[in-house]
Each structure stands twice: as structure tokens, then as C-alpha cells.
């Protein structure tokens, strides 16, 4: 499954915006959809991810409330939709899927976009 993302761009604080990820290829079965984001001189780390089914999510505890994640109607599109951003969800976002809800597990990675908050 190759990823493609897409929907970054500089935004002011407070701003909305949405990220999509559109996966193609066949796969062998069901899997997650998620999002992960690295800001200058830091760590990858966790946003959110979603089930196949896409009546499941999981977010990290610095998003909760302002990001929403959420699948196509086709399983093969994620999107992120991102509220009242703040300067330091400036990063560059990833999506990538998995077999399971467990971020460690994610191993198949599209290239990213970037986001800017500026304040």
C-alpha cells in the first residue's frame, strides 16, 4: 500500500486545517490509518489513528479536543481535520498504516506534509 498525503500549509494560530492521506494498492487485510508528526529537532511521535471500520480512534493527549481523524467512505482515505492549531503542532505529518491500534506497530509510512502555525 503506498500513501500519499496531502493538506498542509502555513496557517495562523487558532486556524483550522485538513490533512488527507489517500492509499493505493491492494492489501492482504484490514488495517489501521494513522497520523504521526516530527516538529524541528524532535522525535517522531503519535497524533491519532483510526480501525478500518473508522468507528474507532485513538488520539495522543496534546490533540484531543481540536484534532479529529476520520476514514473514507472507501477505507482507503484518512483524513485529519485540525482545530484551534497552536505554534507547536508546527511539524511535518505523516500517515501511515498498521495491523493494530498500537502506534509501535505502524511500519508502512507515506512522505509527509508540512504544517506551520505561526503565532
Known amino acids: 500500500v503506498q500513501l500519499q498525503a496531502s493538506g498542509g500549509g502555513l496557517v495562523q494560530a487558532g486556524d483550522s486545517l485538513r490533512l488527507s492521506c489517500a492509499a493505493s494498492g491492494s492489501a492482504s487485510r484490514p488495517y489501521y490509518m494513522g497520523w504521526f508528526r516530527q516538529a524541528p529537532g524532535k522525535e517522531r511521535e503519535f497524533v491519532a489513528d483510526?480501525?478500518?471500520?473508522?468507528?474507532?480512534?485513538y488520539y495522543a493527549d496534546p490533540v484531543k479536543g481540536r484534532f479529529t481523524i476520520s476514514r473514507g467512505d472507501a477505507k482507503n482515505t484518512v483524513y485529519l481535520q485540525m482545530n484551534s492549531l497552536k505554534p507547536e503542532d508546527t511539524a511535518i505529518y505523516y500517515c501511515a498504516t498498521g495491523p493494530t491500534w498500537r502506534a509501535i506497530d505502524f511500519s508502512n509510512w507515506g512522505q509527509g506534509t508540512l504544517v506551520t502555525v505561526s503565532s
Open positions: 483510526i480501525n478500518w471500520s473508522g468507528n474507532r480512534a
